[in-house]
């Protein structure tokens, strides 16, 4: 159990992270983020396992990557 726990605080770490990046590089797509990176518990939640949150990870990787390819063609 403590190597999933700190499988998941990576994750959240990078989550958080990712998601300051995105408010600070990328405000045009930060207001379309459901959530307050705020929000987002530095521990795990009862509800909330490794792949959902792995998941939603990789979708906010994507978002940037199809940001930059579409809006950053210099």
Do not use: G, W
Not at 9 to 37: G, H
Request: aromatic share 10%.
């Amino acid at each position: 159990m403590p190597q999933i726990m700190d499988e998941l605080s990576k994750i959240f770490t990078e989550i958080t992270e990712l998601t300051y990046e995105i408010e600070k590089e990328y405000p045009e797509i930060y207001k379309f983020l459901e959530e307050d990176p705020i929000t987002i518990p530095n521990m795990a939640h009862p509800n909330t396992d490794e792949k959902v949150m792995q998941a939603y990870l990789d979708d906010l990787k994507q978002l940037v990557r199809r940001y930059k390819e579409t809006h950053e063609s210099n």
